[in-house]
């Protein structure tokens, strides 16, 4: 016999179900604002948003407007846009083509379509009409401004004037279309695992922390309500920087329904995750391992969807399968036009069942969790202590332990340290001071490695510092070869080379241009000089040498293959013999920082710069938290030497991974001198930064905020160096160039450069001692003051 609930009673039920629910999800928001955690990681996503969505433009001030161009006609004026200074021309053998490769655009550009006749509607003195096409994300006034600039530079260089017509050909994006939709989908994706992933767990490692995890389990609030509660303040925060991340690329956005939708869901996903993360850690150094667990398979494979080609085919097969991919391609596809419905609700229904089985899991280890605290909620309620059972008692068992094992830690931490010191009692002066200094160091330096935080750290740092450095190499690895033209001349042979698919082939304005390319590039280039009247000797049918320049750190035998290959190809291209003639002709790299040795430097920056920052503070803050700091100071060990044992670890920890990456790409450094002149430097303001702030603040958690603030002053300098360059207002740039980011970064690109002025060195290396005497003057003021207390 079956009983029936009686109606009224599920009413009052799932009432009581919903109030529960709010009062837990709105404590949740609340929560996460008075968290610092949870706020950084909230405002660094957001901050990467707009990062990825400024980057274009920033990159992209001052470059010549991108002219992609259809010609039915093959005209011969259109070709003469080639010699400007304002336009990059690219020529494409349909109109299709040309469509496709415009969807591809970071910064808005201009497709032409040259109609039959053009040449000739020119010669009879007609002002014929091309169509024009722009992205729909073009704003009409950049589409009048790329008008204009294409029809000035055409009367300037032609003598003739036209007239461009874009009403009505906006072009929509592909699911599949590279360029600013893939950044900006990147920059989606980015926000909801960052936000998902670390927001929750964050939040209920502080309830661990106040024990009102234990309140809430022995609570009317059963399992179901707690993943509810956590689950909607989760996807608030998460969708609201998913919707934040819409609105900074809204220009992009076709189907908001869609991008909506994806958010919500990708949210729900990320989300689930982070709740099951924070069930599973106890500690800031699990939640900071764990983390990294998490976040590298959902991002790598996002990057290895892209690099089809490159990566083998099954690993891009499988990266698509990965749930964040599917999250970036269905935000692709948001932003494209028309939308493959098959393929898109395959892909809403294959997010959304991970993220099911994953809040399956979720409740299902609460379930388990509310049955060992059961006997334990019994005994509470009753407030009899001698009543409690085995089981009840088992509860207080880690906590039994975790003291003992604190205060067996305390014995072991005096007693080491009364051994190491009483060698260096008996010895005074300086080998003793010395002697100290390293065995606080060689402590600290274990200990690190068995601290999982600090681990953590160094684990994410080399993991950044590897795929920056493996990255270019990547890329370029099945390019073809590249050839870089300087024509002397006014030759027709450039242009026929460029449209080739055996080698690519870049045009230069000047010879100084052509070896600053060819000196700065990562990959085997040889630029290449035509002389005046090339065409003239390719028609006397004699034999032709060329001057051949290349990257001064090839090696012979890689070099010998290159000059073979670029000979044997321009001889059957042009029909007569080339020789080229590189000898004597290696070329380096100036001061100017390049695309891809620039992003190699950038990314030793960064990672010394973590290390030091996040790194040292914690070996002083775990020294305050399990009050060994004190054992040491009552020992002989003075503050002064138990920072200097600290900085020691600090820079053998810093300077090991980028002195790895310094050797494995050796051929890229000049002057080793200054390159481990500005490795040392570097490290310092890096370690004498994490001592003050290590000094100063007394958790993990303000570390990591006030850390983390002082990362984005000198990497984001480092970066406004990088990608803007001379591109800045001439104040701000100023401001720019002295602060200690670029300073360090400015540094590294001296020691790649082939000729550098001696007084620019001195300059760099002065400014970086000052900041580091001046972070010193602070530090030595607060070991004063802590002494004195």
Request: net charge negative; hydrophobic share 50%; charged share 15%.
């Amino acid at each position: 016999m079956i009983t029936k609930l009686n109606p009224n009673k599920k009413t009052v039920q799932l009432r009581e179900d919903i109030r529960i629910i709010w009062t837990l999800f709105t404590k949740d928001l609340v929560d996460a604002l008075k968290n610092k955690n949870t706020l950084v990681v909230i405002l660094s996503a957001l901050l990467m948003v707009f990062f990825y969505r400024g980057l274009p433009a920033l990159s992209s001030q001052d470059d010549p407007v991108n002219l992609l161009i259809y010609d039915a006609d093959n005209s011969v004026s259109i070709l003469k846009l080639d010699n400007s200074q304002k336009v990059s021309l690219y020529t494409y053998s349909t109109e299709e083509e040309m469509k496709q490769f415009l969807t591809n655009g970071v910064t808005p550009e201009l497709g032409l379509s040259i109609p039959d006749g053009f040449d000739v509607a020119l010669q009879s003195g007609k002002t014929p009409e091309i169509q024009g096409y722009v992205m729909r994300w073009v704003s009409e006034e950049d589409a009048v401004e790329l008008r204009q600039i294409v029809e000035d530079e055409f009367t300037a260089l032609v003598g003739h004037s036209i007239k461009i017509n874009t009403e009505g050909n906006r072009v929509d994006m592909l699911p599949e279309s590279c360029g600013l939709g893939e950044t900006a989908s990147f920059g989606l994706v980015f926000v909801l695992i960052m936000i998902g992933v670390m927001v929750i767990p964050h939040l209920m490692l502080e309830e661990k922390q106040n024990r009102t995890i234990d309140m809430l389990s022995v609570s009317p609030a059963s399992a179901v309500h707690i993943v509810a509660g956590k689950v909607l303040a989760g996807l608030f925060y998460c969708s609201l920087g998913g919707i934040v991340a819409l609105v900074a690329n809204r220009v992009l956005v076709v189907h908001w329904g869609l991008a909506l939708l994806t958010v919500l869901i990708g949210s729900l996903f990320t989300v689930s995750l982070g709740l099951w993360l924070g069930i599973k850690i106890d500690s800031r150094a699990q939640l900071s391992m764990w983390s990294w667990v998490i976040l590298l398979p959902l991002i790598m494979p996002i990057i290895f969807s892209l690099l089809s080609g490159l990566v083998p085919d099954p690993l891009v097969r499988a990266a698509r399968y990965i749930p964040s991919t599917a999250i970036f391609d269905l935000s692709r596809i948001s932003f494209a036009n028309p939308v493959p419905i098959g393929r898109t609700l395959l892909l809403l229904a294959w997010v959304a069942s991970a993220a099911g089985v994953v809040l399956a899991g979720v409740v299902w280890t609460l379930h388990r969790r509310d049955r060992e605290v059961e006997v334990f909620s019994t005994a509470w309620q009753s407030s009899l202590p001698s009543q409690f059972s085995d089981q009840s008692r088992n509860l207080f068992e880690p906590l039994r332990q975790r003291i003992s094992n604190i205060h067996l830690f305390h014995r072991e931490a005096v007693y080491q340290i009364s051994a190491s010191m009483g060698t260096a009692r008996s010895k005074p002066g300086r080998r003793s001071s010395l002697s100290m200094i390293l065995a606080i160091a060689a402590k600290d330096m274990v200990d690190a490695l068995k601290n999982r935080l600090i681990l953590s750290i160094l684990l994410g740092s080399i993991f950044i510092l590897l795929s920056g450095a493996a990255l270019p190499a990547l890329l370029s690895a099945n390019l073809p070869p590249l050839l870089v033209i300087y024509d002397q001349g006014d030759s027709t042979v450039p242009r026929d080379l460029v449209d080739l698919e055996d080698y690519r082939v870049r045009i230069s304005s000047s010879q100084e241009e052509m070896e600053a390319v060819v000196g700065s590039s990562s990959e085997l280039a040889l630029g290449l000089i035509l002389p005046a009247g090339f065409d003239e000797l390719l028609n006397s049918g004699q034999n032709i040498e060329l001057q051949a320049y290349f990257p001064h750190w090839a090696k012979s035998e890689p070099l010998a293959q290159r000059e073979g290959y670029f000979e044997e190809q321009l001889s059957e291209t042009l029909g007569t013999v080339i020789h080229l003639n590189v000898t004597g002709h290696g070329v380096y790299p100036g001061v100017e920082l390049s695309s891809r040795s620039g992003m190699l430097l950038l990314n030793l920056v960064m990672v010394i710069l973590v290390i030091g920052i996040a790194l040292v503070p914690l070996l002083l803050i775990e020294e305050k938290e399990t009050q060994t700091l004190k054992v040491l100071l009552i020992s002989p060990a003075s503050m002064g030497q138990v920072i200097l044992g600290k900085a020691l670890v600090g820079l053998f920890y810093s300077l090991l991974p980028a002195l790895v990456i310094m050797l494995f790409y050796h051929f890229l450094f000049v002057h080793w001198v200054v390159a481990i002149l500005a490795v040392i430097l570097t490290a310092s303001v890096a370690v004498v930064t994490g001592l003050l702030l290590g000094i100063l603040v007394d958790s993990p958690t303000t570390a990591s905020m006030w850390g983390g603030l002082l990362l984005m002053l000198l990497i984001g300098s480092a970066l406004l160096k990088f990608f803007t360059g001379s591109q800045l207002p001439p104040a701000v740039q100023s401001i720019v160039n002295w602060l200690p980011g670029s300073v360090m970064l400015e540094l590294f690109s001296i020691s790649q450069a082939g000729e550098f002025p001696v007084g620019l060195l001195w300059l760099n290396v002065s400014a970086i001692l000052i900041a580091i005497a001046a972070i010193t003057i602070l530090l030595v003021w607060r070991m004063r003051r802590m002494e004195a207390l």
